[in-house]
């Protein structure tokens, strides 16, 4: 079976630095992505892991660990318009990409 | 602005209505997907089409039919469909092979109600 699991919440202050985990079992692994979606908008890409460690990408960073079916997305210098539920998704050994729930992230002042 | 399109943005349709629904991506993309999101849940995959052949159809009811007329196009045709089918409808394209391999381009998405 495939599983993605995340926390539904998280709330975090401006300036702040978050990190929202991921972990997952699924019918093999062809990668981990991580999305951000604005309530009533389409998912945005926000990164691609399929090897272990660290991929930075200005504040946001993800970090994959194949061998514990674990990634997290690190959030820095957190602002307003970063309040939005954060997906976590990977692409199994069919090339099916399956969402987790999604993380809710509240941003206060 | 995002570069998969889709078409209508809202649509309000009765069960006995049949509709289709568009989708239009023109970075050659050859895969492109159906989800099927519902409110404060993660889109579902619903259906893929690679190089234009249906690869995946996770067990949808046939009321959904989806068409891949060319690389293009995707078009999701409903008859019959039910009250529970409401749902914002996304389509996204993607690479199978190579660079980009694997992320999806997401559509605005299609917000439909079955009444």
């Known amino acids: 079976g495939q599983n993605i699991d995340q926390p539904t919440e998280m709330t975090a202050t401006e300036g702040a630095i978050v990190q929202i985990n991921c972990t997952y079992q699924t019918s093999g692994f062809n990668g981990l992505f991580w999305y951000q979606q604005h309530a009533g908008e389409a998912p945005t890409f926000l990164s691609y892991?399929?090897?272990?460690g660290l991929e930075e990408k200005g504040r946001f960073s993800s970090f994959l660990s194949r061998s514990k079916g674990y990634s997290y997305l690190l959030l820095k210098e957190l602002q307003m318009k970063d309040s939005a539920s954060y997906l976590c998704a990977v692409m199994n050994r069919d090339d099916k990409i399956i969402f987790g729930k999604g993380t809710r992230l509240h941003i206060l002042p | 602005d995002t570069e998969v399109t889709q078409t209508p943005k809202h649509l309000v349709m009765g069960m006995t209505n049949k509709k289709s629904l568009k989708c239009e991506q023109h970075?050659?993309?050859?895969?492109m997907y159906w989800y099927k999101q519902k409110a404060k849940k993660p889109p579902e995959l619903m259906f893929v089409?690679?190089?234009?052949?249906?690869?995946i159809n996770e067990s949808v009811p046939s009321r959904f039919s989806p068409e891949c007329p060319n690389s293009s196009l995707l078009n999701l045709h409903l008859h019959a469909l039910q009250p529970e089918d409401s749902a914002l409808y996304l389509c996204?394209?993607?690479?199978?092979?190579?660079?980009?391999?694997?992320?999806?381009?997401f559509g605005e998405g299609s917000r439909l109600t079955v009444l």
């Open positions: 996204a394209s993607g690479e199978l092979k190579g660079q980009g391999y694997g992320e999806l381009f």
């Open positions: 892991n399929v090897l272990d």
């Open positions: 089409y690679s190089y234009e052949k249906l690869s």
């Open positions: 970075m050659g993309h050859r895969a």
